[in-house]
T-cell receptor, first 115, second 113 residues
Framework: ETGVTQTPRHLVMGMTNKKSLKCEQHLGHNAMYWYKQSAKKPLELMFVYSLEERVENNSVPSRFSPECPNSSHLFLHLHTLQPEDSALYLC??????????????FGPGTRLTVL | GEDVEQSLFLSVREGDSSVINCTYTDSSSTYLYWYKQEPGAGLQLLTYIFSNMDMKQDQRLTVLLNKKDKHLSLRIADTQTGDSAIYFCADSRGYSSASKIIFGSGTRLSIRP
């Protein structure tokens, strides 16, 4: 596969469940990102990883726990979520330092529904 | 308030030109981007412009940047039904090792026959 992939594409979970979202990039990039996209709200940056180190955590509740085991993979671990956490979760990657335009490439997203 | 602002909706007739406008506040932005999101999909980078440029053209797309007024626009010539999507304006504020991109709320473009 090429580009940025995300699994699963759709997820329905109860508030007491624990699940994980997975993102993989095949672009040789050094930085990866998690965004939350809710209806009627701007895209919200959640976490930024550069060279497997977290460089930003935008006041995200602790029920969201990111993990970046290597520069190609990014996970978002979910536990005891609330219905208002239902959204499209988008992963992105970028080349990182020295790349010039440093644009981000997005995956297709995981549509999460919390019951 | 939002750092990047766009109007929420735009409706154009098929074959006409679409112009989507955006304003931003950070004068230190180095790159500005236009992304497209189709239903059920992630964001697709359409084009970008470096902050020292005034204009960039790429086939049917023309980006205009007025740095003094912090105004960015995207013109789509000969708009087709496949152009129906949400268009996001974004600007880049870099970390040393990653990019921090601030997105607008998106403009939903609808095409009427």
């Amino acid at each position: 596969e090429t580009g940025v992939t995300q699994t699963p594409r759709h997820l329905v979970m109860g508030m007491t469940n624990k699940k994980s979202l997975k993102c993989e990039q095949h672009l040789g990039h050094n930085a990866m990102y998690w965004y939350k996209q809710s209806a009627k709200k701007p895209l919200e940056l959640m976490f930024v990883y550069s060279l497997e180190e977290r460089v930003e955590n935008n006041s995200v509740p602790s029920r969201f726990s990111p993990e970046c085991p290597n520069s190609s993979h990014l996970f978002l671990h979910l536990h005891t979520l609330q219905p208002e956490d239902s959204a499209l979760y988008l992963c992105a990657s970028s080349q990182g330092e020295g790349s010039g335009s440093n644009e981000q490439f997005f995956g297709p997203g995981t549509r999460l529904t919390v019951l | 308030g939002e750092d990047v602002e766009q109007s929420l909706f735009l409706s154009v007739r098929e074959g006409d030109s679409s112009v989507i406008n955006c304003t931003y506040t950070d004068s230190s932005s180095t790159y500005l981007y236009w992304y497209k999101q189709e239903p059920g999909a992630g964001l697709q980078l359409l084009t970008y412009i470096f902050s020292n440029m005034d204009m960039k053209q790429d086939q049917r797309l023309t980006v205009l940047l007025n740095k003094k007024d912090k105004h960015l626009s995207l013109r789509i010539a000969d708009t087709q039904t496949g152009d129906s999507a949400i268009y996001f304006c974004a600007d880049s504020r870099g970390y040393s090792s990653a990019s921090k991109i601030i997105f607008g709320s998106g403009t939903r473009l609808s095409i009427r026959p």
